[in-house]
């Protein structure tokens, strides 16, 4: 997808008026320029900036020069419709009015736990919870591996019958591996735990001893595999640097849920049915949980 298509998607969800919109900003600062004028209302660096932010992460990942040119003319259409709509005084309409308080409440939300969270998360905290992360963390085995993957059953056999005799597996991955990613390297899969391979190659790769090969063909979706068992191990935890981002997602979701439950434990809150009346002494079934995710595989 190009860049134009990318912004014109994330256009459609894109709701901004820049706070400098309904009048000249005064003394904006020299590395703040104004970008645009639109019947005489301004829109300064900082707008197409507080406005990137509120695009899509795939969007935000593209550089802001590249972007600049469509983002600005997107919040250009927005201030011109805009000031149309307001010369028709839909500023005053009720519908209008309610959905500018629905996005007032969902900023003013967003701004209220942002900075509960960023206050509440301190390295202290972080490390905390490296320390629990660790005592939840159960010990998890790993091998160290190499393979050769063919296309068939007897390409498969004629390489176990070359480790028989006496050959090099490194070399023999090197000259017939079908395998990009490792066939450079004598067929070396690095360390990795059981999930993170497909069933049919961790079964026999977790089967094998120190020093050991299949003597038989291993069939997986992508075809045969002879594999070597290098070495095995407990899988050692992650540093507190490696696990950080694991660690702020982990907290940031966890203070979140705290602290709503603590406002809606404070607040009164009274739920009525769709018609209005008021909701029968039996409890609703709970939701279902949602499925896990799928445990990632490697080739």
């Known amino acids: 997808m190009t860049v134009r298509s990318l912004i014109a998607l994330a256009a459609t969800l894109l709701v901004v008026t820049p706070a400098a919109a309904q009048a000249p900003a005064a003394g904006a600062a020299p590395q703040d320029p104004v970008v645009a004028r639109v019947n005489g209302a301004e829109l300064h660096r900082s707008d197409v900036l507080a406005a990137r932010q509120m695009l899509p992460a795939q969007v935000q990942q593209i550089p802001f020069e590249q972007v600049y040119p469509q983002l600005l003319d997107t919040l250009v259409t927005n201030m011109v419709t805009a000031q149309a709509g307001r010369k028709q005084k839909l500023a005053d309409d009720p519908e209008v009015k309610k959905r500018v308080q629905w996005l007032q409440d969902q900023v003013i939300e967003e701004a209220y736990l942002g900075r509960y969270v960023r206050a509440a998360i301190t390295d202290d905290r972080i490390k905390a919870r490296y320390d629990q992360f660790l005592k939840d963390q159960k010990p998890q085995d790993q091998v160290d591996a190499k393979h050769i993957l063919v296309k068939t059953e007897d390409e498969a056999k004629a390489v176990i019958a070359d480790l028989k005799n006496g050959g090099d597996f490194a070399a023999i991955a090197k000259e017939k591996s079908n395998d990009p990613g490792t066939k450079a390297t004598g067929g070396d899969l690095g360390w990795f735990t ?64 705290q602290k709503v439950k603590e406002l809606r434990t404070a607040a009164k809150i009274e739920t009525f049915n769709l018609d209005g009346s008021k909701p029968s002494a039996t409890p609703a079934p709970a939701p279902a949980a949602p499925a896990a995710p799928a445990a990632p595989t490697k080739p």
């Not at 075809?223 to 290098?230: D, P, Q, S, T």
């Not at 095995?232 to 203070?255: D, G, I, K, S």
């Open 194 to 257: 059981k999930d993170e391979m497909v069933p049919e190659f961790a079964e026999a790769a977790f089967k094998l001893q120190k020093g050991q090969y299949t003597e038989t063909p291993v069939k997986t979706q992508f075809g045969y595999h002879v594999i070597l068992l290098v070495d095995r191990r407990t899988a050692p935890p992650p540093t507190l640097e490696e696990a950080r981002p694991q660690l702020l997602a982990l907290l940031q979701r966890e203070l979140v849920e």
